[in-house]
Every structure is written in structure tokens, then in C-alpha cells.
């Protein structure tokens, strides 16, 4: 039995096989296609067709894709979406798509409300909904809005004003997708409400990416069980993808660090994604990506839903290096997917970090006949400067000076060197130009949990039992095996500038995949 893995990125489409103990079998590396779905389909048939097995050995199919962050970048293929806010009277100074760039909100807002209700911090009622605010708004966006985004204040805390206007909604519109913001994003109202409005705009392309992969994989005669990669690294089926799309955000960079992780045997590292453009560093902890305690803007919104801890740069394998009058600039421009026929070593004219690597003897012996002409001690120059925009991005990424392994992936990491200072030893395993897709075929699935609680009506240790029980039911809607559920992070915060002994939790539970047979 096998688990097939895809990756879908801007320059190539990854693909990877493992067998039923989590063994790599074979990898590939096709382009990506302009219409995604071709490149994904032309991966799984070269790994299929290359390891001669039948289809009917493949048991999950996972996808790991930039569907969603391309459509809100590109500002394509997003719901019209109608915006009820739960907080009358305490919450009506900043209206809803405040600070939005005006063409994506232009592209998303049918309408907007701020309806009666909301709750404090410890779940106590702010104000009683009004059942005719929610019907007369309904009645004014009927026709137009494709999904409706609600929000109400401290609905993580407590849920059930958001739960009762859902089905008032669904009483005057019939069956139309609704995001709960309760949901999505955690404590922080805006931020919150943003998220929502982004994960219901979100749901024609979360559709689209599902129909997608199902219909690639009948093509090619492959019943397994599908799943996609969420951003914390972990993976969701597919009805919890068609309702959350915007987890898939940023599974990227959390593919490649779980795959690093099983391909290294490491749990807590560094890890060095490398493309042709940029240099991606995460941090795994305890197995899974450190996640963002920061706000994160997505197409210049701000949103607080869970995203990795991820730091970029402008460093790749395509990297444009451009000589000055008494200097050199590396970047932050690349050839990208052109650097077989730009760059110098394969024949180009345009000097990239590849052909620095090359003629300094660390990558491609068959080409350094092209690079010969490259003075050495430029090179080396450059390289130096290389190196040293990787130290000091990756001691940006570090919590304490002590020396750390460094895994690398991606088939731009040739350009990384041997050694790096606060690193003890850097590790580039098998396959690790290919650990994307191995990162998405990994799968597990996962439940997080983030809530506040009054410590003056319960203890700490009920609060987190509470929590426990409350992730545990997410990762089952999500998909995972109730039997192998185990917690893998317990985080509480007191909340000291807040009354009632406050307490916030955040917890995350993770499973294995319910089998098809069970």
C-alpha cells in the first residue's frame, strides 16, 4: 500500500511515493502548469508510470498547493461575500474591510451589518441578538452574496451567538456557505473578522483545488482517500478543506519541514528550504513547523489565524549576481523557472548564484566547463556574501545563541555551504530536493484549539482538560483516528490586564489517518 504526495509550487510540481511504513519510494519533479491541474496530473503519472505500480495500491493521495494564496494575491476567482459583525453597541468605531486594499475589498464585499449581541472575555452576554436585524440584512444581500463571514465579539470564547445567527441565515437564504469566525482565527477582533471574510471569499477556489485533484486522480484510475496539507503541517479531508480553504495557506514552507524532519530523524532543527528564488527558514519543534505568534497579512490584509513561523529572503538558486563599478549585488531578483536557459553554466548570459557555486567546484561538475571563465576570487567574494545573508537570516530565526542542526531541502540548497556559524552540522538527507512532497504524504491530522477561560469559575486543570476534549473533537472533524489522538502542545497564558483571573490555552491534538478499510 502506498501514500502518494503532491506539492504544487510556483516553479516545479513535486511528487513522492511512500510505502506503508513511511519509507520514500521514488520522487519526481515536473513543471508547474499554468492551469495547475495539468501539472499536477503530468507528476502523478510520471511517479506511477516510473515505479511500474498499480494504481490500486494507493491508499491516500495528499495536496499540498498555493491555490488559495495565488487567488487572494491575484485578487481571481474569490466569493462576493456578505459581512455580519455581532457586536452592538460595543464595536461599531471601526467598520468592517477597514484598511483593505480597495480593489481586493472591491472584488469580495457585497455588504456589510453590525447586528446586536456579543459576549465578554469570560463569555458573559455584552447584548441579545435581534432575530430582524439578521433577516433584513439577508433580505438586502439576497441574489448577491455567494457566502456570508460572521463575527462576534469573543466568539471564541463563546460560540453560541454566531451559531444561532448562522441558522437564522440559513432560514432566509437556504444553503449558502457560511464562515464562522469562531473557526478560523483566534483572540483579536479584527484580525479575526478578516480571516473570516478571507476563508469565505476562499470557497469557489477551495472547490475548485478539491474537484481538481479528484478529478486528476480518476483520470488516472486512483481510488484513494484524498487529503490536502494544512499550514501547521498536519492535513484535512475533504469536506473540512471545501469549508476552511484558507488553512492551506502557507502549507508550502510546513510541508517542507515535516518532510525534512522525517527524512533527517530530527524533531527540533532548523530548516533551509531553498528554490530558485527565495530561501525559506522554519523552525520545527517537537516534530511540526514553530507557528507565528504574529499577525499575518495576506494580500495586505491582517489576519490572526494560525500561520508557520516562517522567514524569507531573496536568496535562490536563480539569483541574480550583477557586478558594479567597485561592488557586486546579489538579488533580490531571479531567472526563476528560466535558469536552464539563463543562467551562464547552462549556456546563458546571466550570472546567477549557480554559476558562483558551480565554478567555485560545489555543484555541477558536468557544467564548470562554462563557468571557467568567472574570476575565482569574484566568486568567491559573492559566496562569502552568500553566506552571510544565510547566518544572519537564520540567527534572526534562533531563540538562544546555543549551535543547532541545519536541514536543508530543496534543489537550491547547493547553494548553501558545509559549514555555517551558530550551526553545529548541516544536514542535506535523500531526497531532500523533493521533501514538499514527501512533508504532504506524511499524514497526520491535527485539531487546535485556542479559547480564554475565567479561572474564577473553574480550575486550571479543568480549563485545560475543557481545551484537550475540545481539540480532540477537532482533529476527529478533521479526519484523524480517535484511537491514535494524542496531545502534542499545551500552551497557557495568564491574561493579567483582564478581570476574572483569566487564563488563554491553546492546545493541539494529532492523529494518524482513519484507513479506508476502518
Known amino acids: 500500500m502506498y501514500r502518494l504526495g503532491i506539492d504544487v509550487g510556483g516553479t516545479n510540481t513535486d511528487a513522492a511515493l511512500l510505502d506503508n511504513h513511511l519509507q520514500v ?8 502548469t499554468k492551469d495547475v491541474e495539468s501539472g499536477i496530473f503530468n507528476a502523478i503519472s510520471k511517479v506511477v508510470k516510473e515505479n ?13 498547493t498555493t491555490h488559495c494564496t495565488n487567488a487572494v494575491v491575484e485578487r481571481k476567482r474569490l466569493n462576493k461575500v456578505g459581512v455580519i459583525r455581532i457586536g452592538l453597541p460595543a464595536t461599531t468605531s471601526i467598520p468592517s474591510f477597514t484598511d483593505w486594499p480597495h480593489d481586493l475589498r472591491e472584488e469580495i464585499e457585497v455588504a456589510s451589518t453590525i447586528i446586536s449581541g456579543g459576549y465578554e472575555f469570560d463569555g458573559r452576554l455584552i447584548s441579545e441578538l435581534k432575530k430582524e436585524e439578521v433577516l433584513k440584512f439577508c433580505r438586502e444581500v439576497k441574489g448577491t452574496a455567494e457566502c456570508i463571514a460572521i463575527t462576534g465579539v469573543f466568539a471564541p470564547v463563546n460560540k453560541e451567538q454566531e451559531l444561532v445567527v448562522a441558522e437564522w441565515v440559513r432560514e432566509e437564504l ?37 474537484d481538481g485533484f479528484a478529478e486528476a486522480l480518476k483520470e488516472l484510475d486512483i481510488k484513494a482517500e484524498m487529503y490536502f496539507s494544512q499550514n501547521d503541517g498536519t492535513l484535512m479531508n475533504e469536506s473540512y478543506a471545501l469549508r476552511y480553504p484558507i488553512l492551506t ?36 519543534s517537537n516534530g511540526f513547523p514553530r507557528q507565528s505568534s504574529l499577525s499575518v497579512n495576506i494580500g495586505g490584509v491582517n489576519t490572526n489565524f494560525r500561520m508557520p513561523d516562517i522567514l524569507s529572503i531573496g536568496l535562490g538558486g536563480g539569483t541574480h549576481i550583477r557586478e558594479t563599478k567597485d561592488d557586486f549585488t546579489i538579488g533580490p531578483d531571479s531567472v526563476g523557472y528560466k535558469i536552464t536557459q539563463k543562467a551562464i553554466l547552462f549556456g546563458g548570459d546571466e550570472l546567477t548564484a549557480s554559476d558562483i557555486v558551480t565554478r567555485l567546484g560545489h555543484a555541477f561538475e558536468d557544467y564548470k566547463e562554462q563557468v571557467e571563465h568567472l574570476p575565482a576570487s569574484f ?15 537564520i540567527d534572526q530565526m534562533k531563540t538562544s ?75 476527529i472533524r478533521a479526519g484523524a483516528d480517535k484511537s491514535t489522538i494524542s496531545i502534542v502542545s499545551v500552551e497557557d497564558i495568564p491574561l493579567a490586564y483582564l478581570p476574572g483571573n483569566a487564563l488563554f490555552i491553546r492546545i493541539k491534538a494529532v492523529g494518524d489517518l482513519i484507513s479506508i478499510s476502518t
Request: net charge negative.
Open 25 to 32: 519510494v521514488h520522487t519526481v519533479k515536473v513543471p508547474t
Open 52 to 64: 511500474k505500480i498499480a494504481t490500486s495500491s494507493i491508499t491516500f493521495a495528499m495536496l499540498g
Open 174 to 210: 437556504g444553503d449558502i456557505p457560511i464562515s464562522l469566525s469562531h473557526e478560523i482565527g483566534s483572540i483579536g477582533f479584527l484580525e479575526r473578522e478578516n480571516a473570516t471574510i478571507i476563508n469565505a471569499a476562499l470557497r469557489k477556489t477551495g472547490k475548485m483545488i478539491v
Open 249 to 284: 495557506m502557507g502549507c508550502g514552507p510546513t510541508n517542507s519541514i515535516r518532510g525534512s524532519a522525517h527524512l533527517s530523524g530530527l524533531q527540533d532543527a532548523i530548516v533551509l528550504d531553498v528554490g530558485g528564488t527565495t530561501s525559506d527558514i522554519g523552525v520545527l
Open 379 to 393: 566568486c568567491k567574494q559573492v559566496f562569502s556574501k552568500m553566506t552571510e545573508m544565510l547566518e544572519d537570516a
Open 401 to 475: 545563541s546555543k549551535e543547532t542542526p541545519l536541514i536543508l531541502s530543496g534543489g537550491g540548497s547547493i547553494i548553501v555551504p558545509h559549514m555555517l556559524k551558530g550551526i553545529s552540522n548541516v544536514i542535506r538527507p535523500d531526497h531532500y530536493g523533493a521533501a514538499n512532497a514527501i512533508g504532504a504524504a506524511l499524514g497526520q491530522v491535527s485539531g487546535e484549539i485556542e479559547r480564554s477561560y475565567s479561572l474564577d469559575q473553574m480550575s486550571r486543570e479543568e480549563a485545560i482538560e475543557d481545551a484537550r476534549k475540545l481539540a480532540t473533537e477537532e482533529a
